[in-house]
């Protein structure tokens, strides 16, 4: 059968679509633009018959109905032949499609990415190493560029600077496997330009792939509510022209630096994994409480976890880290996902927020930094 939706597939970005840049782009555009075609000549068709009919069967005045029972053997079949062709063509193109996209070939790269609420995490199964999608700091960046604080190019330079340790990147011309996972609630992974989306369902594993076929930019959201933070929860696709440029960037990206002191490698946690979203360090309420002198402090816990009360010590928070349903702070909603720190991180993390309660034997004030 030949392959009618390629050819009515565009390679520039149209008015509904940006510029392909993967192996779906081609079937999938086609597919789209064939329901599309087919939709606006039926739809201009129809309602030019409906018009002239109105006019030339209209009733004189003073008429009366008549019944008209009657049938034409040729039209009735036209009528009911052609939409079925064509709904069988929708539905063969679609379900093709669907396949080439459910089955990923076994020389792909593999690479999980697990959503939560609202971050994502991209995992490279070649090294293990957990590269973070910071949202936060796309946003911050559009956010700059809104109020005029940044043009065009430094937005361009501040994203580029964002990306060396953060995103999706992957090697172009090769086989993407992407498994998908959610922490907490629904999500779903969408890269427009690849022409691929996917729901991350807790507790469960889906499957993306594509082949990327320029390298560049280009964006990653997730596509099905989750929450407040929904429309914040969007990273980039990097596409390097090698799989050696792409190798040397993960090696680099995925390692902290381990001559920094603890607590600087922990702000960097709060960010890398997604914790800023709902935790503040300057005192302010998010979904979770801030940061700010919660080390030391007094805790009380909802009837929804085990109820009491706690001081916030080290054992605390990392229990509060690893099992985050355990005790639920009073006044706060049971939301927090099990982010998976490594030890390290773990450990990290908690010495910077010991920091950010400088009377309780933290060491600095969180005011001063940002
Ligand atoms: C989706 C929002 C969300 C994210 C992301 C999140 N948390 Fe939380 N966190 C909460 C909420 C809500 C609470 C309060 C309810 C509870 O105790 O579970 C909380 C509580 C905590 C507590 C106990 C605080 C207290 O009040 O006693 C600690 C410690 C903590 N989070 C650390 C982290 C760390 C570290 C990360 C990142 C790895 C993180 N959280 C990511 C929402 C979040
Ligand atoms: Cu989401």
Not at 21 to 45: E, K, Q, R, T
Not at 237 to 256: D, P, Q
Request: with cysteine; hydrophobic share 40%.
């Amino acid at each position: 059968m030949i392959q009618l939706p390629i050819i009515l597939a565009d390679s520039e970005p149209s008015f509904w679509l940006p510029a392909p840049v993967s192996n779906f782009a081609g079937p999938v555009d086609g597919d789209f633009y064939f329901v599309y075609w087919v939709s606006i000549f039926f739809l201009v068709l129809i309602t030019l018959l409906l018009g002239i009919f109105m006019w030339k069967f209209r009733t004189p005045p003073g008429a009366h109905a008549q019944s008209h029972k009657d049938h034409h053997i040729v039209l009735e079949v036209a009528w009911t032949g052609i939409p079925i062709i064509l709904s069988a063509m929708m539905f063969w193109y679609g379900y093709r499609g669907y396949v080439d996209m459910t089955v990923p070939p076994n020389e792909s790269i593999s690479i999980v990415a697990e959503a939560q609420k609202w971050a994502w995490n991209f995992s490279y199964a070649s090294n293990g190493a957990t590269i973070p999608g910071m949202s936060e700091d796309f946003n911050d960046v559009r956010a700059r560029i809104r109020t005029g604080e940044l043009t065009a190019e430094q937005a361009e330079a501040a994203e580029a600077k964002i990306l060396e340790k953060a995103g999706l990147h992957v090697p172009m011309g090769v086989p993407i496997d992407v498994t998908v996972m959610a922490a907490d609630v629904l999500h779903a992974l969408f890269i427009p330009a690849f022409r691929v989306k996917k729901d991350c369902v807790p507790g469960r594993t889906g499957k993306l792939w594509f082949i990327a076929n320029e390298p560049g930019i280009y964006d990653l959201y997730c596509a099905e509510y989750c929450g407040q933070g929904h429309s914040w929860m969007h990273s980039k696709v990097v596409v390097h022209e090698t799989v050696e440029e792409y190798e040397k960037w993960l090696e680099v990206a995925g390692s902290y630096d381990e001559t920094l002191p603890f607590k600087e490698n922990g702000k960097i946690v709060w960010k890398r994994r997604g914790c800023i979203s709902c935790h503040s360090i300057d005192g302010s309420k998010k979904v979770g409480p801030s940061w700010d002198g919660m080390f030391g402090s007094m805790r009380k816990f909802a009837a929804t976890g085990t109820p009491g009360e706690a001081v916030a010590d080290e054992a605390y928070i990392q229990e509060s880290i690893r099992f985050p349903m355990k005790k639920i702070t009073e006044g706060y909603p049971p939301q927090m996902p099990v982010v998976k720190l490594t030890d390290k991180e773990l450990l990290w993390v908690t010495e910077y927020i010991k920091s950010l309660s400088p009377d309780s034997g933290g060491t600095e004030s969180p005011r001063k930094e940002n």
